[in-house]
């Protein structure tokens, strides 16, 4: 551990540095990781534990994710099995599934589990909101987290580039004494750049108020309200979609990765400054009160309640999907289609 000032305040953290890959590999020993789910985290996570030379078994139903797994090379019958199997051969098990499908699933894992296992979670929605999903773990088990801070894609990018994703992680029930050492080793197995601590109730709320609000749910809701005020105020297509999305996507946004929103801020025009200072505390005192509301939905359980209770209504994919594609075939987002293939050919993805 070692203890970093942030912003004033000392946090405890863990770096490749000083728990090392080598390390990693020494604490969970000859022990056969499981990973349920080849979707968002599972993919990258197992790829990435398979490259730093841990004994992986993947554990997925045939479908697309399956499909994909047989690419990147996993075998079936010896480390691509179903959930059952892999969950019978493994020690430590990462439970990756969506979170309506752990609640599923749960009953015949909690069968598969054997005193001294580690039970691994990416969120902690299953156990947080235990009281709706019913995922309460055996008391010989340890129970962990390791959250990254991005979707599996990030997690395996980073890694082949030769950085680490961040995240999280936390020790929910520790049974055998080393549940620590072993959920920081797999944090770093994942190929995280370096871990914070935290709850699985922090973790979870956070993570839900996050993507529910700056990351995803509120990011959308400016990028339209900005982009439709423009439109209406007769701005271009392509105008209006530079201005809200592709200035800050290609960048502001890395000024403020590479130094922080000051330092973006000093490279900015003085008009821009001038404004952005004085219409910034009424946005911040506007949208207050709604991630003050949004926290209380993710913090009381209704918000999981929600989440639940949609995945299972029929036609849920299918309603999914119409709403997406309704997104992206929104002129802000058509527009953006057409700005990207107007970039130069080797910034085209």
């Given at each position: 551990m070692?203890?970093?000032?942030f912003?004033g305040?000392?946090?405890?953290?863990v770096?490749?540095?000083e728990?090392t890959p080598e390390?990693?590999?020494k604490?969970i020993g000859?022990?056969p990781?499981?990973?349920?789910g080849?979707?968002?985290?599972?993919r990258?996570q197992?790829?990435?534990l398979?490259?730093?030379?841990?004994?992986?078994y993947?554990?997925q139903?045939?479908?697309?994710?399956?499909d994909?797994a047989?690419e990147?090379?996993?075998v079936?019958?010896?480390?691509?099995?179903?959930a059952?199997?892999?969950a019978e051969?493994?020690?430590i098990?990462?439970f990756l599934?969506?979170?309506?499908?752990?609640?599923e699933?749960?009953?015949?894992?909690?069968e598969?589990l054997k005193p001294g296992?580690?039970?691994?979670?990416?969120?902690?929605?299953?156990?947080?909101?235990?009281?709706?999903?019913?995922?309460v773990p055996p008391?010989?088990?340890d129970?962990g987290?390791?959250?990254?801070?991005g979707?599996?894609?990030l997690?395996?990018?980073?890694?082949?580039?030769g950085r680490?994703?961040?995240?999280?992680?936390?020790?929910?029930?520790?049974?055998?004494?080393?549940?620590?050492?072993?959920?920081?080793?797999?944090?770093i197995g994942i190929g995280?750049g370096?871990?914070?601590?935290?709850?699985?109730?922090?973790?979870?709320?956070?993570?839900n108020v996050?993507?529910?609000g700056?990351?995803?749910?509120?990011?959308?809701?400016?990028?339209?309200a900005?982009?439709d005020?423009l439109?209406a105020r007769?701005?271009s297509?392509?105008?209006?979609?530079?201005?809200?999305v592709e200035?800050?996507?290609?960048s502001?946004i890395?000024?403020?990765?590479?130094?922080g929103?000051d330092w973006?801020?000093n490279?900015?025009?003085?008009?821009?400054?001038?404004g952005a200072?004085?219409?910034?505390?009424r946005?911040?005192?506007?949208?207050r009160p709604?991630?003050?509301?949004?926290?209380?939905s993710?913090a009381?359980?209704?918000?999981?309640?929600v989440?639940l209770?949609?995945?299972k209504?029929p036609?849920?994919?299918?309603?999914l999907?119409?709403?997406?594609?309704?997104?992206?075939?929104?002129e802000?987002w058509?527009?953006?289609a057409?700005v990207?293939?107007l970039?130069?050919?080797?910034?085209?993805?």
């Amino acid at each position: 551990m070692v203890l970093i000032d942030f912003g004033g305040q000392l946090e405890n953290v863990v770096t490749r540095e000083e728990f090392t890959p080598e390390y990693a590999r020494k604490v969970i020993g000859s022990s056969p990781i499981a990973t349920l789910g080849y979707g968002i985290q599972g993919r990258g996570q197992s790829l990435n534990l398979r490259d730093n030379g841990f004994q992986v078994y993947v554990g997925q139903r045939p479908g697309r994710s399956y499909d994909k797994a047989l690419e990147d090379g996993w075998v079936p019958g010896e480390n691509l099995l179903s959930a059952d199997e892999a969950a019978e051969r493994g020690e430590i098990i990462q439970f990756l599934l969506t979170d309506s499908e752990q609640k599923e699933y749960w009953p015949r894992l909690k069968e598969l589990l054997k005193p001294g296992n580690t039970l691994v979670f990416s969120h902690g929605f299953g156990i947080a909101y235990n009281n709706q999903t019913g995922i309460v773990p055996p008391k010989d088990v340890d129970v962990g987290l390791v959250a990254p801070k991005g979707p599996g894609r990030l997690v395996r990018g980073d890694f082949l580039a030769g950085r680490g994703i961040n995240s999280s992680y936390a020790v929910w029930q520790d049974a055998t004494g080393h549940a620590e050492e072993k959920v920081k080793a797999l944090g770093i197995g994942i190929g995280s750049g370096y871990l914070f601590p935290t709850t699985i109730e922090k973790e979870t709320h956070s993570d839900n108020v996050g993507e529910s609000g700056v990351l995803m749910g509120c990011l959308e809701g400016i990028f339209e309200a900005q982009y439709d005020t423009l439109r209406a105020r007769g701005h271009s297509p392509s105008e209006a979609f530079n201005e809200t999305v592709e200035e800050l996507t290609r960048s502001l946004i890395r000024l403020v990765d590479e130094n922080g929103m000051d330092w973006m801020y000093n490279n900015c025009s003085e008009t821009a400054r001038i404004g952005a200072l004085l219409w910034m505390p009424r946005f911040r005192d506007t949208v207050r009160p709604l991630f003050e509301a949004l926290y209380d939905s993710v913090a009381s359980g209704q918000h999981a309640r929600v989440v639940l209770a949609r995945s299972k209504e029929p036609g849920f994919k299918a309603g999914l999907d119409a709403e997406l594609y309704r997104m992206g075939n929104s002129e802000m987002w058509r527009a953006g289609a057409t700005v990207r293939s107007l970039r130069p050919d080797a910034e085209k993805k």
